[in-house]
């Protein structure tokens, strides 16, 4: 397993922009597949984007398509989130997450961070 710490949250106006960080410890980042997801309080836990281990293949949710962009540094254990266009219903706790395949379903990943929260305001 890796352990993973994401930072970069805070709080942004609408049409605004972060950049998410999540830094992965252990020498085998290279070789998972990462994913993150978020949850709005009061609110299940969903998909936001995923990456294969290579950053060959990326998956995005429907609501942030064309806004918010994974890539990964294989060099630095490090997968980003980008996030342009920020609109408040993008307020949540965000979560990245290892696993061994890009998915959209939150429990096919094994370790998962703390998470960051991401305020966006009217």
């Known amino acids: 397993q890796v352990q993973l710490v994401e930072s970069g949250g805070g709080l942004v106006q609408a049409g605004g922009s972060l950049r998410l960080s999540c830094a992965a410890s252990?020498?085998?980042?290279?070789?998972?597949?990462m994913g993150w997801f978020r949850q709005a309080s009061g609110k299940e836990r969903e998909f936001v984007a995923a990456?294969?281990?290579?950053?060959?293949?990326?998956l995005y949710a429907d609501s942030v398509k064309g806004r918010f962009t994974i890539a990964r540094g294989n060099a630095k254990n490090t997968v980003y989130l980008q996030m342009n266009s920020q609109k408040p219903e993008d307020t949540a706790v965000y979560y990245c997450?290892?696993?061994?395949?890009?998915?959209?379903?939150?429990?096919?990943?094994?370790?998962w961070g703390q998470g960051t929260q991401v305020t966006v305001s009217s």
């Open positions: 997450a290892a696993g061994f395949g890009a998915s959209v379903t939150w429990n096919e990943y094994q370790s």
């Open positions: 252990g020498r085998t980042f290279s070789s998972y597949a």
């Open positions: 990456i294969s281990w290579s950053g060959g293949r990326t």
